[in-house]
């Protein structure tokens, strides 16, 4: 089982950036597919977005797409997510999550098997 590490959230203004990293350990990084999950108090958690083991396939929610870009380096066994233009509904806890890769997007949080202790996004309006 992967091990997963968030890091990089803090308190920011709206319209500013962070970059999210999520450092992966335990595990071959290339064989697994990574996903953005985010989840506010009271809320359900959300899929922000999802890349592939090669990161050839990426996707993002329709509620960050052109604001939020998901990537990842096997080098490094790290994935990122850089967040651009933040609003002040962005402010979330953020959890990265991984499986075993697959060809398709899952933004269902039941299907993956591994998962970090999350970092706190705070945008101020």
């Known amino acids: 089982q992967v091990q997963l590490v968030e890091s990089g959230g803090e308190l920011v203004q709206t319209g500013g950036s962070l970059r999210l990293s999520c450092v992966a350990s335990g595990g071959t990084f290339g064989s697994y597919a990574m996903g953005w999950f985010r989840q506010a108090p009271g809320k359900e958690r959300e899929f922000v977005g999802f890349?592939?083991?090669?990161?050839?396939?990426?996707s993002t929610a329709d509620s960050v797409k052109g604001r939020f870009a998901i990537s990842r380096d096997n080098a490094k066994n790290t994935m990122y997510l850089q967040m651009n233009s933040l609003k002040p509904e962005d402010t979330a806890v953020y959890y990265c999550?991984?499986?075993?890769?697959?060809?398709?997007?899952?933004?269902?949080?039941?299907?993956?098997?591994?998962w970090g202790q999350g970092t706190q996004v705070t945008v101020s309006s």
């Open positions: 999550a991984a499986r075993i890769t697959t060809g398709v997007v899952i933004t269902a949080p039941g299907r993956y098997t591994s």
């Open positions: 890349i592939s083991g090669s990161g050839v396939i990426r």
